[in-house]
T-cell receptor, first 112, second 115 residues
């Protein structure tokens, strides 16, 4: 079955420290990969996507993600976390010819 | 995203009632989607529509129906609401031009409680 896993329900980071939110996927063929963020009482907002090409993808708000085909991962990263980055983060994948599949979400908490 | 609006934003209803959630968009996108979000489960696709004459079932369509009244409007109906349909519902749109794998734009969500 095609799936996306976010192994951590919650990630806690101190402001100014680097952050990583993990995502692994299991799909057939080459996937299209996405990260979305959900702030409280808001809809999801697109952060970045990997289609093809450079494995390091840069997105909104200083976030970036690294596609690793051998490890089937697409981890979200930021060099220096802000308190305002605190939100729920979703990894998602579209298998070729398929529909968007979301991970279960990771709650990021950045403390001052 | 203010270009995708959902009404109502909150709704409490009783078991067995029919309820409609509405979605409108001004982005000019052909593709529209309905998802439900449950804690710990992420978002799951209920129905999607690639144009006005195209309606497709998603992962969890049982108990739901949809209507695509126009390019800009996509409604979700619960014919006879039940408590396990209590969830946060999101409408989303995407542009079909260029790539069918374009990112989706989400509305603010409708919080539905079925008592």
């Amino acid at each position: 079955a095609q799936s996306v896993a976010q192994p951590e329900d919650q990630v806690n980071v101190a402001e100014g420290n680097p952050l990583t939110v993990k995502c692994t996927y299991s799909v057939s063929g080459n996937p299209y990969l996405f990260w979305y963020v959900q702030y409280p009482n808001r809809g999801l907002q697109f952060l970045l996507k990997y289609i093809t090409g450079d494995n390091l993808v840069k997105g909104s708000y200083g976030f970036e993600a690294e596609f690793n085909k051998s490890q089937t991962s697409f981890h979200l990263k930021k060099p220096s976390a802000l308190v305002s980055d605190s939100a729920l983060y979703f990894c998602a994948v579209i298998p070729r010819g398929g529909k968007l599949i979301f991970g279960q979400g990771t709650e990021l908490s950045v403390k001052p | 995203d203010a270009d995708v609006t959902q009404t109502p934003r909150n709704r409490i209803t009783k078991t067995g009632k029919r309820i409609m959630l509405e979605c409108s968009q001004t982005k000019g996108h052909d593709r529209m989607y309905w998802y439900r979000q449950d804690p710990g489960l992420g978002l799951r696709l209920i129905y999607y529509s690639f144009d006005v004459k195209d309606i497709n079932k998603g992962e969890i369509s049982d108990g739901y129906s949809v209507s695509r009244q126009a390019q800009a409007k996509f409604s979700l109906s619960l014919e006879s609401a039940i408590p396990n349909q209590t969830a946060l519902y999101f409408c989303a749109t995407s542009d079909a031009s260029g790539s069918i794998y374009n990112e989706q734009f989400f509305g603010p969500g409708t919080r539905l409680t079925v008592l």
